[in-house]
């Protein structure tokens, strides 16, 4: 994050509380043996909160911190951190995971506070990020590595969400 962002990042007393029940379980895996794609999991649900913060979203934290999130929501999300750069719907979601739309929907607001394909827009917006601060790749070829459909599509939702464009993201640095 940088640290102008760092400046504006201040969340709730229950938001900490989530937060750092979220870091807790990830050090206290042991030796189970799923560790890695656990820890994994939890780390980018973390990130997505902390990015939910920082866009100042409105949306309240709704799982509690001893509330286990399902298996099938964990490998969802194990699945689109791996497969992100990757066409993906939600059809594909359902297909690959043998559940119904609605019940994925429902399941992953329960756990996340934000549908499937919001969490995977998440993602591909942070790899994309990291790119344009990390590289000098163009915004074409960003917006294709990262999934999205069209430049265009992902200028639009960048500064949907940025605030500001990629471009003038990149410059912020």
Do not use: W
């Not at 937060?19 to 656990?38: F, G, S, W």
């Not at 990130?47 to 509690?64: G, K």
Request: proline fraction near 3%.
């Amino acid at each position: 994050l940088k640290s102008k962002a760092l400046e504006t990042l201040i969340p709730e007393p229950e938001q900490v509380g989530e937060l750092v029940a979220l870091l807790e379980e990830m050090t206290n895996l042991n030796d189970h043996r799923y560790k890695a794609e656990i820890t994994k999991t939890l780390f980018s649900y973390y990130i997505f909160r902390l990015n939910r913060l920082q866009a100042n979203d409105a949306v309240q934290i709704e799982t509690s911190p001893s509330k286990k999130h399902s298996h099938i929501i964990l490998k969802v999300i194990a699945y689109l951190n791996e497969h992100y750069t990757e066409k993906i719907t939600l059809d594909d979601l359902t297909d690959k995971f043998f559940i119904s739309k609605s019940s994925l929907n429902y399941n992953f607001k329960n756990a996340l506070s934000c549908t499937p394909m919001d969490f995977l827009l998440n993602i591909r917006l942070s790899a994309a990020k990291k790119l344009l601060l990390e590289t000098n790749k163009s915004i074409q070829q960003i917006s294709s590595e990262c999934g999205f459909s069209s430049p265009n599509y992902f200028c639009l939702i960048f500064k949907k969400r940025e605030l500001v464009s990629p471009a003038g993201y990149r410059k912020m640095e």
